[in-house]
């Protein structure tokens, strides 16, 4: 246990999981309440654009995770109709148009440079490759989205439940909406960091569905999500950090599976409570 | 000759979680009746046509239906408005919309769909696309997908919810009017029972689970229905109309 | 090239006919994570060292069972989601177990056409034969319970039943698309050229009609697009999909 903190690439995945799982808890919440998680599902592959577009310039990914989210949700918007089968054919839509974009930077990432991995780092992630330098952005940005959480907090919430009350109450509800979509851009951004883009959604959806099946209130399921959040990003590095002498390979299992893998039990588990109290 | 009783329930009970949202309730509807289902919001309405329909099964009483099918007109639908589904497509799902297997267009059923069509005064706006008509123009093009099929009992569910007040009193007119050529009995829930009074032939009036049936003229009265609304309601005679309106400053005349 | 024009062909026809069901139910979201999902399937092949496909076969129809029977209960867009990552987390593991090539995985996520073999071919002739039998069976109450599902109920169709084997045909229309189009992008197909069909048409089978005759403009075009320059097929199925579906809204725009 001692070598596994003293390890400074731990010791980084840990900062960096604990600073994604906050976020996703908080942002998660509404995203399940306001039924988008096709939504955030799809920031994720896009992120593939951008962390392949990054990858190919040579720069962070993480700049390419938060610059294509940003161009994503002004593009969801705008596209965005009201009615939630057209809304999700729209963001299918608009998803498949990145995604082909993504194959071909990809594609060029790997005629280019000799280094075949970047398809998979992109999809995948690399939390223990994550650069110390990029620590303050990746905390501003977290920051930020708590912060904007907070301040959106009453409008947003009512605007889920009710969009035409919330209009009545003078709430811009398109600026509410665009500005959501911000956030889980930039909130499905720091997951990728950690699991990769294609797995970020469960992050983000995954703790803040377990904690709305906890309790009825927002803002008590908000604090659950990010605690649950943190344990299974916690757990999961600790368990890919012991799986180095693993079978198969004895390379390490990823992270990412560990860390999906107990999202997915921790639903299922309070799926079952909940139903055996019927 | 006997009236036939196209649908009997028999002390049908329903139970969710504990509370009993339908509590024994008995009514029955002859053929050619027109008959209104009555009741306030959460009154059961909803529940008892799920029984009528097959849909959920009472955990006490029984359900009969006697002669041809039944025909269902949900309350909406909600198509997109570019469902690439014309009217005439829904109205041809009517005539065997839950089979297998594909089935050639013929002449015989291109027919009767148009003689439907023209039956409910949705002939002009057949070939439309089912999602851009109006909420009446889609009750129409509902009734003939459900009475397309030759029903003996026409079940709606309130119709009129979600229609002014003129395009509410012509598809109950349409309703009353089919009901008397096609030999149908009509079954059809509203909390707002002013349209529906001059075709009514008989009310089951639902309350807290139980029912009340008899004629209009034994139910749509100041003291039954205040009983039965535990509120003041009042039944007047406005220039020859039956109305009823409810309310603690309502005089009467 | 040959195989791969065939292929490319039945993939289109079965996506431009299940697309239409896809769109007109609103299963955007299942339309994306069952192909996804399987990916899963296609990383444990090569992990056990049978053919792609063989993995596919397995793992699709598990991940449109569990998102139909756990979507259930409530939230199935929330079920979706978590099913299709828990499916990717278990690709991504056994990515982790394979010597396998980054190329290769790549191949899988954004399809590879031009390497579909001859026995390819005539199992993707199967598999479309299957699914469009599927449909024609299914058709008219998977028709009347994605415009009124109480309608259909009250008529005895059991639409919770249906819904199920509906998920089931994307799983097998899944295994017939991913080894050529690839994962990441079998969805496009499944719901560009539909929703685009729609401006162009206003009954039901037409509307099915026109939607295969774009998916097949579209993967054609793709296929000799991807031929010419090398770049991967999948950029230009994404691309033309949301051609298509611009081009649709600018005509039904401007009907109105």
Known sequence: MTGFLASDPVRVALVVGAMAAVVSGVVGVFTVVRGQSFAGHAFGDLGTLGGSGAFLLNVNPLWGFVSVGAVVAGAMELVG????????????????????????????????????????????????????????????????????????????????????????????????????????????????????TILSPALLVGPAACALRLSRRPGVAMVLAAGIGLVVTWAGIALAYASATWPPSHAGWPVSFFVVALVFLAYLGVEAGAAARG | MPPVRVLTVEGATVTFGGRRVLDGVSFSVEAGEFVGLIGANGAGKTTLFRVVLGLLKPSAGTVRHLGRRVGYVPQKVAIEPDAPLRARDLVALGLDGERFGVRLPSRSRRERVDRMLEAVGA?????????????????????????????????MDEPLANLDIKSGHEIVELVARLAVEQDLAVLLSAHEMNAILPHMDRVVYLAEGRAVSGTTGEVIRSDVLSELYRYPVKVLDVDGTVVVVGGHDVKVR | ?????????????????????????????????????????????????????????????????????????RRSDVVTALVVAAMLGLGALFLSWTVEYASEIYALLFGEVLGVTGTEVWLSAALT????????????????????????????????????????????????????????????????????????????????????????????????????????IGFFVGIAGAAWYVLARVVAARRR
């Open chain 3, 1 to 73: 090239m040959t195989n791969a024009w065939l292929a490319g062909s039945l993939v289109a026809v079965v996506a431009g006919v299940v697309g239409f069901f896809v769109v007109l139910r609103g299963a955007t979201f299942a339309a994306h994570g069952v192909p996804l999902a399987s990916f899963a399937g296609a990383a444990g092949a090569s992990v056990v060292g049978v053919p792609a496909v063989v993995g596919l076969a397995v793992f699709s129809p598990v991940a449109a069972v569990a998102i139909g029977l756990l979507g259930r209960r």
């Open chain 1, 81 to 196: 109709v009201q009615r939630r089968r057209g809304r999700d054919v729209a963001t299918g839509i608009v998803l498949g148009a990145a995604l082909g974009a993504a194959a071909l930077l990809l594609y060029l990432d790997t005629t280019r440079s000799s280094t075949t991995g970047a398809a998979v780092t992109v999809l995948f992630g690399s939390i223990f490759a994550v650069a110390s330098g990029s620590l303050p952005v990746m905390a501003g940005l977290a920051g930020a989205g708590v912060l904007a959480v907070v301040a959106l907090y009453r409008p947003l919430l009512l605007s889920s439940f009710h969009p035409e009350l919330a209009s009545v109450r003078g709430v811009p509800v398109r600026a509410v909406t665009l500005g959501f979509l911000v956030l889980m851009g930039v909130t499905v951004s720091l997951t990728s960091m950690v699991v990769g």
């Open chain 2, 123 to 155: 002939a002009a706006f057949a070939d439309a696309r089912v999602g851009t008509l109006s909420g009446g123009e889609q009750q129409r093009v509902l009734i003939a997908h459900a009475l397309v099929g030759q029903p003996s009992l026409l079940v």
């Open chain 3, 129 to 232: 034969g299957a699914a469009l039998l599927a449909v024609a069976t299914l058709y008219r109450p998977l028709l009347l319970s994605s415009v009124a599902g109480e309608v259909a109920e009250a008529r005895g169709v059991r639409t919770a039943r249906l819904e199920l084997l509906f998920l089931v045909l994307m799983a097998v229309v899944t295994t017939l698309a991913v080894p050529v189009v690839g994962t990441l992008l079998m969805f496009t197909l499944m719901v560009g050229p539909p929703a685009a069909a729609r401006a162009f048409v206003r009954s039901p089978l037409a509307a099915m009609a026109a939607s295969v005759g774009i998916a097949l403009v579209t993967v054609w075009l793709a296929i000799a697009l991807a031929y010419e320059t090398t770049w991967p």
